[in-house]
């Protein structure tokens, strides 16, 4: 299925270049399964389960190396990207993840709102500001 919408995404992107228009994708962010039963330090922190919380820290590799969760999607998408000269890939994992762990928590602020969306303040000091930059840096818009 990913083939078929890979074929379908290039098409679109050609008939959005042939009205002068660009288009930014995001690369996928970090997964955290354990958020979802509340496993997580930080997350409901009571004095009966303090100690039963783990770090939700995640290796990168897991989700960008050559098997990593995200390796054939990202191949995809870069091969798509590199097709089309209005296409522009925002690295967003990169942004949430720069180490060699991925943090669910920076600094006893929540990086995610749940297991797969970030959070106000993620998307407020973190994404925005880069991907205003990138926006700018490849002069998507004329500021």
Known sequence: YFE???KSFSKFIEVLDQ???KVVISTPIPEFPK???KQCKGQNDQWFN???KTDCSISRS???SEKGKYSYLLRGVKKISSEHNNLFLFDAFNVMCPNEKCDYILENEFLYED???IS???GRYIIGPRLLDFIKENKI???
């Open 120 to 122: 106000f303040y993620a």
């Open 62 to 64: 897991s989700f960008v």
């Open 50 to 52: 303090k100690l039963s």
């Open 19 to 21: 009205k002068g228009v």
């Open 4 to 6: 078929v919408w890979l």
């Open 115 to 117: 297991d797969n969306h």
């Open 35 to 37: 958020v979802t039963f």
């Open 141 to 143: 818009l004329s500021f």
